[in-house]
T-cell receptor, first 110, second 116 residues
Framework: DAKTTQPTSMDCAEGRAANLPCNHSTISGNEYVYWYRQIHSQGPQYIIHGLKNNETNEMASLIITEDRKSSTLILPHATLRDTAVYYCIVRGLGNTPLVFGKGTRLSVIA | NAGVTQTPKFQVLKTGQSMTLQCAQDMNHNSMYWYRQDPGMGLRLIYYSASEGTTDKGEVPNGYNVSRLNKREFSLRLESAAPSQTSVYFC???????????????FGPGTRLLVL
């Protein structure tokens, strides 16, 4: 079973920031938080990951709470092409596979 | 680099037919994975191979077999296809350095399979 809880769906106006929450209250100390997205039946695409510090890359920012029980993925200026299902995943050491839940369906509206 | 490639892109089978889905990666990755995705669902792991010569069952292995042919290639075989195996199949890979948790996983474009 997935170790994360996400809202089923969210809407965001084009050009605004999209803030996608994720709860992972049972996360252990050596587990990372990963975010992937899947655009209309394509293969999932890696976005960002983090352990305990906030992270930023060219696609998004990841904010992890101090107790690590939740996190938020931020797309700073959402575009229509960001419409996708976003998966929040926790993953531990070694070659453990990703476990996908149902994710959040983000709809960016013009 | 082509990344992760899958063949075929689409396939229609009759119940009881067999087929092999092919996956290859050109990133010199150690670990490879097969997932299936049913409509409206997240991905579920079928089998994975942590390194060349090893394979392990995932969440939904029944009805499937896998072969890690070499470091580049990981195939998924359906010996006797059933309508319940109608799905989209994704192959993925990670560099998989031992003990590292921060590995990202790269996915192929998927194979859409319909079993009648």
């Amino acid at each position: 079973d997935a170790k994360t809880t996400q809202p089923t769906s969210m809407d965001c106006a084009e050009g605004r920031a999209a803030n996608l929450p994720c709860n992972h209250s049972t996360i252990s100390g050596n587990e990372y938080v990963y975010w992937y997205r899947q655009i209309h039946s394509q293969g999932p695409q890696y976005i960002i990951h983090g352990l305990k510090n906030n992270e930023t890359n060219e696609m998004a920012s990841l904010i992890i709470t101090e107790d690590r029980k939740s996190s938020t993925l931020i797309l700073p200026h959402a575009t229509l092409r960001d419409t996708a299902v976003y998966y929040c995943i926790v993953r531990g050491l070694g070659n453990t596979p990703l476990v996908f839940g149902k994710g959040t369906r983000l709809s960016v509206i013009a | 680099n082509a990344g992760v490639t899958q063949t075929p892109k689409f396939q229609v089978l009759k119940t009881g037919q067999s087929m092999t889905l092919q996956c290859a990666q050109d990133m010199n990755h150690n670990s490879m994975y097969w997932y299936r995705q049913d409509p409206g669902m997240g991905l579920r792991l079928i089998y994975y191979s942590a390194s060349e010569g090893t394979t392990d069952k995932g969440e939904v292995p029944n009805g499937y077999n896998v072969s890690r042919l070499n470091k580049r290639e990981f195939s998924l075989r359906l010996e006797s296809a059933a309508p319940s195996q109608t799905s989209v199949y994704f192959c993925a890979s990670t560099k998989g350095a031992s003990g590292r948790a921060g590995e990202t996983q790269y996915f192929g474009p998927g194979t859409r399979l319909l079993v009648l």
